[in-house]
């Protein structure tokens, strides 16, 4: 493994750091671009003179020039003021202007062509990921894979001006950050954020006091519960409303079976003989969506279910779109709580490193804290410890493992997977949501 030393600050190292990257990795002609659709010709990648493609990799929100998006080239040319297409959004935008960027400064380009790493301004419809490329060309290249946010906080600010500046600055850091997600509470009028940990979180609100002049405060980060079946269910629903008038009439039967962790969700229409019209399907299926995202059980989000539509019926005047999604969402909700729900919590794989003489206090930790001591191991004196502990027992763990190892001890940890959450704490999750309101009725 080639070790370089350096330092960004006045460019020490930096130009060794720029020839191992010459000698050691490889050129963009002796790998493969991956590309979900369409394909980039044979000998193109490189190439000024193959078809324009371009992958997002960044978006940053400068103050004096506004959405700068960082594109890295793979083919072809673009010119400043040229057309391109998205074909990630299926959106044409125009690039108003090409910079290179410098630590501190832009440079204006004419154009920019394959290898290139640069910063245009002008496209407003553009997420971290996305192809650009022309629309006559098509190609949809690999995008990141970005973890799920396993930490939320709520933000609430004190007036209606600040309101304001806080829904702009979130806008803009979701823009620039993927792993971080906005979203609101509807149920408690507040807005929710959520990261992948407690500093994540941490320098995001420092930066909206900061850079954007919001007094905002923060309410105790809350852990991204799941909720899952874990047997099958089956049940229906009519939904039926006269208010004078035309009326709403929507009856779905739905078998809700459990799937495997990780598989997400599901939905199979098993309709036959038009007993349900083909339009009122995505309905049912909008539905069903709707209330996977506010679960019976406990008020979290539904996950690895596969939902059969088997049965229902219609009114030739009174069913509508929004009559089959509430019949779908009661249906749901009835029939979910049929198949004995479990709560999922997010599991973390922690490595705790700490000197000999504190083993025995770092492994008592993790223990008291619902974890489990997978592996030790010893390097230049110190112990290391992996191991997989609940997310909702980490916080806080940095000052007490300092605390118990004179300073002395670290720990770095990261997402592994959702795990069930045991019985006992289950139910006081669901009745600390109860006393608050947050599991829908029905």
């Not at 000698?23 to 490189?46: N, T, W, Y």
């Not at 039926?240 to 969700?265: D, M, N, S």
């Not at 019985?423 to 309101?437: A, F, G, V």
Request: a negative charge; proline letters at 5%.
């Amino acid at each position: 493994v080639p070790v370089l030393g350096g330092s960004a600050f006045k460019n020490k190292g930096i130009q060794d750091l720029l020839d191992a990257i010459v000698d050691f990795l490889p050129s963009p002609q002796e790998i493969c671009i991956q590309a979900v659709e369409g394909d980039l010709p044979q000998g193109m990648v490189g190439s000024d003179e193959g078809p324009f493609a371009a992958l997002v990799f960044k978006i940053i929100s400068d103050r004096h020039i506004g959405k700068l998006t960082l594109l890295r080239i793979y083919s072809g040319r673009v010119a400043s003021g040229a057309f391109v297409w998205n074909s990630t959004r299926r959106v044409e935008q125009r690039i108003a202007r090409i910079v290179r960027m410098y630590a501190n400064r832009h440079e204006a380009l004419e154009d920019a062509g394959a290898g290139d790493i640069v910063g245009v301004v002008g496209l407003t419809d553009v997420q971290t990921g996305d192809t650009l490329c022309m629309r006559d060309k098509p190609i949809v290249l690999e995008s990141m894979e970005f973890p799920t946010p396993v930490v939320s906080i709520s933000l609430k600010t004190e007036g209606r001006a600040d309101s304001d500046k806080l829904s702009a600055a979130l806008k803009r850091l979701s823009d620039e950050d993927p792993t971080f997600v906005v979203g609101y509470d509807n149920e408690t009028a507040e807005t929710v954020v959520s990261g992948m940990g407690e500093l994540h979180l941490e320098v995001l609100v420092e930066r909206i006091r900061r850079e954007y002049g919001v007094n905002v405060q923060t309410g105790r980060p809350e852990v991204a519960y799941r909720e899952t079946s874990t047997v099958y269910g089956e049940g229906e629903y009519k939904h039926v409303k006269q208010t004078g008038g035309r009326g709403q009439y929507g009856h779905v039967c739905i078998k809700i079976e459990p799937l495997g962790a990780g598989e997400g969700f599901e939905f199979v229409n098993e309709i036959k003989s038009g007993r349900i019209p083909a339009e009122y399907i995505t309905s049912v299926e909008k539905g069903i969506v709707k209330a996977m995202r506010v679960g019976p059980y406990a008020g979290y989000p539904v996950v690895d279910v596969r939902v059969r539509l088997i049965d229902g019926s219609y009114h030739d005047v009174d069913s509508s779109d929004i009559a089959f999604q509430e019949a779908a969402l009661m249906a749901f909700r009835r029939v979910f709580l049929k198949t004995q729900p479990d709560l999922l919590e997010p599991v973390m794989s922690v490595e705790v490193v700490v000197p000999e003489e504190f083993l025995g206090a770092a492994s008592g930790s993790i223990c008291q804290r619902r974890g489990r001591i997978e592996q030790m191991e010893q390097s230049a004196g110190a112990r290391i410890l992996k191991c997989v502990v609940p997310l909702s027992e980490m916080f806080g763990y940095a000052g007490a493992i300092r605390t118990l190892t004179q300073g002395r001890g670290s720990f770095t940890m990261h997402f592994e997977q959702y795990e069930a959450v045991p019985y006992e704490i289950e139910q006081q999750i669901i009745e600390k949501r109860q006393k608050e309101k947050r599991i829908p009725g029905g």
